[in-house]
């Protein structure tokens, strides 16, 4: 099926260290979203991103929603160890025939050395 | 406040059975989106359910089947199992169809 491209596939960084990842597509999304999903568990959403342009801060994590509406990147700052998991972008598009349907990216598994 | 909760956890079935989960969304929440997320990659988007219909489908085959309830939860359906079909399934709840979708932490399915 249909993937986002997103990248780096996997990090292995210290402690402390600022973390950055992003999602790419060939097509347009409405809304941007980044999850994490630890093993075991379903993705948990971190940030929506609505609005081309738009720069959305939760706790450490900061992402933004591209200018052509074709990427998004994320950004944690100062890595902890809880920090570890997969995250996942997903994109959304709206209007007909299209509502409700997430595209997802392979992930990118972030691995934090304390 | 409880999130989306899915039932079973767990499940081993054997080539060509039938298997049935089951789903309640969020509180507030009135829609319903099922996944199907193989090991190492992305979730991959079944279907979704709003008052009561199927709105939207995803390239699965008609093997995959689901239901709304008038309370909002969901069951998703698959018959004559392949051993393709080991997976974790995924429900996820919103408000309308087209906000951002909240996970449960999904039934593994094994198939043997």
């Known amino acids: 099926g249909q993937q986002l491209n997103q990248s780096p596939q996997s990090m292995f960084i210290q402690e402390g260290e600022d973390v950055s990842m992003n999602c790419t597509s060939s097509?347009?999304?409405?809304?941007w979203l980044w999850y994490k999903q630890d093993p075991g568990e379903g993705p948990v959403l971190l940030i929506a991103l609505y609005k081309a342009g738009e720069l959305t801060s939760n706790g450490r994590l900061t992402a933004q929603f591209g200018i052509t509406r074709k990427d998004s990147f994320l950004n944690i700052s100062a890595s902890i160890p809880s920090d570890v998991g997969i995250y996942f972008c997903a994109g959304l598009r709206d209007g007909s025939g299209n509502t409700g349907k997430l595209i997802f990216g392979q992930g990118t598994t972030l691995q934090v050395k304390p | 406040d409880a999130g989306v909760t899915q039932s079973p956890t767990h499940l081993i079935k054997t080539r060509g059975q039938q298997v049935t989960l089951r789903c309640s969304p969020k509180s507030g929440h009135d829609t319903v989106s099922w996944y199907q997320q193989a090991l190492g990659q992305g979730p991959q988007f079944i279907f979704q359910y709003y008052e009561e219909e199927e709105r939207q489908r995803g390239n699965f085959p008609d093997r995959f089947s689901g239901h709304q309830f008038p309370n909002y939860s969901s069951e998703l359906n698959v018959n004559a199992l392949l051993l393709g079909d080991s997976a974790l399934y995924l429900c996820a709840s919103s408000f309308r169809t087209n906000q951002p979708q909240h996970f449960g932490d999904g039934t593994r399915l094994s198939i043997l």
């Open positions: 097509s347009i999304f409405n809304t």
